[in-house]
């Protein structure tokens, strides 16, 4: 079983990076998810979203999140690539795989995957539109209660 593949990255994502980590021979299932830069969040236009991380702490929070779910599932292998920076609206934000010997396996690692690193990794949104830039669930003192920021 290969190490996880974890990574933030300033240019674009690879899919077939992320996917390639995961496949191996004794792999009969394999999982991909792409979080993409949609051009609408909460009625709200979007035009583009700028991530920023807190590099060293954000690594070793996907490393330990990628060290549990292998403790949880035997035979796991997986990728998980966050980028920072400036998107366009459908870039790839994130991309997450998951390899298994069966597809239950590979698709629960993948969304809990995904689920714990949105939860737990310090990587933050901040969301650009026709009213102006707000960073995502955060209050942002620019932003009045009930408009953009919340």
Same mark, same amino acid.
């Given at each position: 079983?290969? %190490?996880?593949?974890? %990574?933030?990255? +300033?240019?674009?994502?690879?899919?077939?990076? &992320?996917? &390639?980590?995961?496949?191996?021979? =004794?792999? *009969? &299932?394999?999982?991909?998810?792409? *979080?993409?830069?949609?051009?609408?969040?909460? =009625?709200?236009?979007?035009?583009?979203? @700028? /991530?920023?991380? /807190?590099?060293?702490?954000?690594?070793?929070?996907?490393?330990?999140? +990628?060290? @549990?779910?292998? &403790?949880?599932? %035997?035979?796991?292998?997986?990728?998980?690539?966050?980028?920072?920076?400036?998107?366009?609206? *459908?870039?790839?934000?994130?991309?997450?795989?998951?390899?298994?010997?069966?597809?239950?396996? %590979? /698709?629960?690692?993948?969304?809990?995957?995904?689920?714990?690193?949105? @939860?737990?990794?310090?990587?933050?949104?901040?969301?650009?539109?026709?009213?102006?830039?707000?960073?995502?669930?955060?209050?942002? +003192?620019?932003?009045?209660?009930?408009?953009? *920021?919340?």
């Amino acid at each position: 079983m290969r %190490a996880p593949l974890v %990574a933030l990255r +300033a240019t674009p994502l690879s899919v077939d990076e &992320a996917l &390639a980590h995961v496949r191996h021979a =004794g792999a *009969g &299932a394999s999982c991909v998810f792409l *979080g993409t830069v949609r051009d609408r969040n909460e =009625g709200r236009t979007v035009v583009k979203l @700028e /991530y920023e991380a /807190y590099g060293p702490m954000a690594l070793a929070e996907m490393r330990r999140i +990628a060290d @549990e779910l292998l &403790a949880e599932t %035997a035979d796991l292998t997986l990728a998980v690539i966050h980028r920072t920076g400036s998107l366009d609206v *459908g870039e790839v934000a994130v991309v997450c795989a998951a390899s298994a010997p069966h597809r239950g396996e %590979a /698709y629960r690692a993948c969304r809990a995957l995904i689920d714990r690193v949105k @939860e737990r990794v310090p990587i933050w949104k901040r969301e650009h539109g026709p009213e102006g830039a707000c960073w995502v669930g955060w209050q942002d +003192a620019r932003c009045l209660p009930g408009q953009h *920021g919340h």
